[in-house]
C-alpha cells in the first residue's frame, strides 16, 4: 500500500477518535456485553442435553 495520500485501497474509511468518544463507546460497549452476555456451566440460564 503506498504511503502517498490519495492512493492505495478505497473500500475503508478511518478517523481517529477524541479521549472522549472512546470513553463514549467503551461505556456503549460495556452495556452490551452485560445486556447480551453468554454464560457457560450451571449457571446459564438454560443447558441443552444431546443425546
Known amino acids: 500500500m503506498s504511503k502517498i495520500r490519495g492512493q492505495g485501497p478505497k473500500n475503508?474509511?478511518?478517523m481517529p477518535l477524541?479521549?472522549?468518544q472512546n470513553n463514549a463507546a467503551g461505556i456503549l460497549?460495556?452495556?452490551f456485553y452485560t445486556n447480551n452476555r453468554m454464560l457457560d456451566g450451571p449457571q446459564d440460564g438454560f443447558i441443552v442435553k444431546i443425546s
Open 29 to 31: 460497549l460495556a452495556g
Open 18 to 20: 477524541d479521549g472522549d
Open 12 to 14: 475503508y474509511s478511518a
